[in-house]
């Protein structure tokens, strides 16, 4: 069973579209989180949702919007897409608030033409 | 200057060989550390958490040293399954807060 889900997986789109990246996991942790691994490959935090509370929003543009529906689901929305966006998202959850390893999905990697 | 810093490689080395890398940490408050490990293409994988005495787990042993903010990570008896991206992960220290990841370590391991 897939502990941390995210669809989709592969995104290809243009410029200016609104796009969404849904995210599930099943390791009844309360926390979750989305990242962005850019081409340089360095791995930096966007969002993290505790039972369904923002704890953490690093500077994001407000482009993106997460909404946590329930502690198991945390999907992101990216509105107007721009070339710079183009990256792989990273789903992650870990129980308690951060200091706690983190289980990662296999990333949805979002290509802007 | 980087919350987290790693050498970022490309560490190459024959199979068996021992490898070590290093990582700093530029915030005192963190407690947690960890290992993580990225194949290509794929998700980060926890490798193993990183404790204050020092863990092993097999062929890989953890060090931190909260003196100089420093952590380690020693592979022994390279394989070539081990040719990934190594991240050094470490927890701000404060509730609410993220763990902040290093670039990355490459290690490939040759035949």
């Known amino acids: 069973d897939t502990a941390v889900s995210q669809t989709p997986k592969y995104l290809v789109t243009q410029m200016g579209n609104d796009k969404s990246i849904k995210c599930e996991q099943n390791?009844?942790?309360?926390?979750m989180y989305w990242y962005k691994q850019d081409s340089k490959k360095f791995l930096k935090i966007m969002f993290s949702?505790?039972?369904?509370?923002?704890?953490i929003n690093e500077t994001v543009p407000n482009r993106f919007s997460p909404k946590s529906p329930d502690k198991a689901h945390l999907n992101l929305h990216i509105n107007s897409l721009e070339l710079g966006d183009s990256a792989v998202y990273f789903c992650a959850s870990s129980q308690g608030r951060g200091n706690q390893p983190q289980h990662f999905g296999d990333g949805t990697r979002l290509s802007i033409l | 200057r980087k919350e987290v810093e790693q050498d970022p490689g490309p560490f190459n080395v024959p199979e068996g060989a021992t490898v070590a890398f290093n990582c700093t940490y530029s915030n005192s408050a963190s407690q947690s550390f960890f290992w993580y490990r990225q194949d290509c293409r794929k998700e980060p994988k926890l490798l193993m958490s990183?404790?204050?005495s020092g863990n092993e787990d097999g062929r890989f042993t953890a060090q931190l040293n909260r003196a100089s903010q420093y952590i380690s990570l020693l592979i022994r008896d390279s394989k070539l399954s081990d040719s990934a991206t190594y991240l050094c992960?470490?927890?701000?220290?404060?509730?609410?807060?993220?763990?902040?990841f290093g670039k990355g370590t490459t290690l490939s391991v040759s035949s």
């Open positions: 992960v470490a927890h701000r220290g404060q509730a609410g807060t993220a763990l902040i």
């Open positions: 949702y505790n039972n369904k509370e923002l704890i």
């Open positions: 990183v404790y204050s």
């Open positions: 390791l009844g942790h309360d926390t």
